[in-house]
């Protein structure tokens, strides 16, 4: 099983910055990808940023330029660094990771966290 923590979701005002983090815990031989996607009500869960363990990155069109994702040098923790966010950001980010086991792999979701980019 894997457990994934989410933070830094909150309050931002439009124009401004905010910083998710999500950490992999847990049994598993190694991470395949990490990534955030988000939701809002009313709407399918979409990818917002995705990288692989060696590195490769892909963002949706409408966080590039904008948002970056990363991973710490461990590789079990990912961050998601948005800038000049606006209301249309608004959404609960969810962290995904997908793991290889010994047998399998699987993907996980974190719980989700809030965004909200609000005046």
């Known amino acids: 099983q894997v457990q994934l923590v989410e933070s830094g979701g909150g309050l931002v005002q439009p124009g401004g910055s905010l910083t998710l983090s999500c950490e992999a815990s847990?049994?598993?031989?190694?991470?395949?990808?990490m990534g955030w996607y988000r939701q809002v009500p009313g709407k399918q869960r979409e990818l917002v940023a995705t990288i692989t363990n060696g590195g490769n990155s892909d963002y949706a069109d409408s966080a590039k330029g904008r948002f970056t994702i990363s991973t710490s040098g461990a590789g079990s923790t990912v961050y998601l660094e948005m800038s000049s966010l606006t209301p249309e950001d608004t959404a609960v980010y969810y962290c995904?990771?997908?793991?290889?086991?010994?047998?399998?792999?699987?993907?996980?979701w974190g719980k989700g966290t809030l965004v909200t980019v609000s005046s």
């Open positions: 847990g049994s598993f031989f190694y991470i395949r990808t």
């Open positions: 995904n990771v997908a793991v290889q086991h010994i047998t399998d792999s699987k993907s996980y």
